[in-house]
C-alpha cells in the first residue's frame, strides 16, 4: 500500500495539464528505489537511505522485499555542512532517525528484523566520509549505489526509467 497527499498529486496533475501532456501515472520514491534494487539483484535484509536536497527516505527491505518507509527532515544541504555553530550534527541526527525507524518497524512487526547492509543513494552519496559515519553510527556495513555507473543521485530516475506500462 502506498500514498500520497492528495494536494501533491492534483498539483502534478494541474501541471500535466497546463502543459498539455497526458499523465498516465505518479510513482513514489520507495518504489522506484525498490525496482532499481530488485533490477540490481538486491536479497535479504536491508536498509536503504535516500539522501535528496532537503529530506531522506528510509527504507527496509525484509528478504529482498520493500516492507516500510519512511521520510525524514535531513538531506544533503544540512550534511553537506562542516562546521555547525549551534552543535548540530546532521549525520548523527540521520543515524538516529534511521534507528528509530528501525525500532518502530521492530515494535509493529518484526521484534527479529535484522539488516544486514545499508545501501545509501541519492546526493547524500556524493558526501565525503557519507558511507562510513553512517556505517560507523549503525554498525551495518554500507555501500553507496551507483546504478550502471551513473552516480548515486540518479538511483530516483533510473528506478522511475525501470517502471514497466
Keep these: 500500500l502506498a500514498a500520497v497527499r492528495r494536494e501533491l498529486a492534483a498539483k502534478y496533475r494541474d501541471l500535466f495539464i ?3 501532456l497526458r499523465l498516465r501515472v ?5 518504489l522506484a528505489l525498490y525496482r532499481l534494487f530488485r ?6 535484509n536491508a536498509i536503504a537511505v535516500d539522501v535528496g536536497e532537503n529530506y531522506s527516505h528510509v527504507m527496509l527491505m525484509e528478504d529482498g522485499k520493500l516492507t516500510f518507509s519512511r521520510a525524514v527532515n535531513i538531506g544533503c544541504r544540512e550534511m553537506a555542512k562542516v562546521a555547525f555553530p549551534s552543535g548540530l550534527n546532521p549525520a548523527a541526527d540521520l543515524v538516529q532517525e534511521i534507528r528509530r525507524t528501525l525500532d518502530f518497524y521492530r515494535m509493529q512487526k518484526r521484534f527479529g528484523y ?3 547492509r545499508l545501501l545509501i543513494c541519492g546526493g547524500g552519496g556524493r558526501i565525503p566520509n557519507m558511507a562510513a559515519l553512517l556505517e560507523e553510527g549503525l554498525g551495518i556495513s554500507s555501500e553507496v549505489v551507483n546504478p550502471f555507473g551513473l552516480g548515486p543521485e ?3 530516475a533510473t528506478g522511475l526509467a525501470l517502471r514497466e506500462r
Excluded at 39 to 44: D, E, K, N, S, Y
Design 39 to 44: 533490477t540490481l539483484g538486491a536479497r535479504g
Design 154 to 156: 540518479f538511483a530516483v
Design 26 to 30: 505518479i510513482d513514489l520514491v520507495p
Design 114 to 116: 535484522d539488516p544486514e
Design 18 to 20: 497546463q502543459t498539455g
